[in-house]
């Protein structure tokens, strides 16, 4: 089976800064979409940023300018800096991956467990 460890979430003061993690172990042949998503109390998840295996990202709107996706495929590793934290950016964030588990199979997707970050006014 696969899964998704996502760390580095934690409190911090609005202006600041988090570096998310999310590490993906198990069967893996190849990992394509890489995304992080978030779900604040009362609201729906949504999407932040994603990372084709090709390195090609796309950001949410209220995001762009100030969070930065990266992946190493090497570590089986998805990154997200997050800096100019705002309060209303308090959510869970998640970890998600489309993966291959072999080679004759078709991708899966995955989500990990989520990672709790909250920005103090």
């Known amino acids: 089976q696969v899964q998704l460890v996502e760390s580095g979430g934690g409190l911090v003061q609005a202006g600041g800064s988090l570096r998310l993690s999310c590490t993906a172990s198990?069967?893996?042949?190849?990992?394509?979409?890489m995304a992080w998503y978030r779900q604040a109390p009362g609201k729906q998840r949504e999407l932040v940023a994603s990372?084709?295996?090709?390195?090609?990202?796309n950001y949410a709107d209220s995001v762009k300018g100030r969070f930065t996706i990266s992946r190493d495929d090497a570590k089986n590793t998805m990154y997200l800096q997050m800096n100019s934290l705002k309060p209303e950016e308090t959510a869970v964030y998640y970890c998600?991956?489309?993966?291959?588990?072999?080679?004759?199979?078709?991708?899966?997707?995955?989500w990990g467990q989520g990672t709790q970050v909250t920005v103090s006014s």
């Open positions: 998600n991956a489309d993966i291959r588990r072999r080679l004759w199979e078709s991708s899966l997707n995955f």
């Open positions: 198990g069967v893996i042949y190849r990992i394509n979409v």
């Open positions: 990372i084709t295996v090709g390195g090609s990202t």
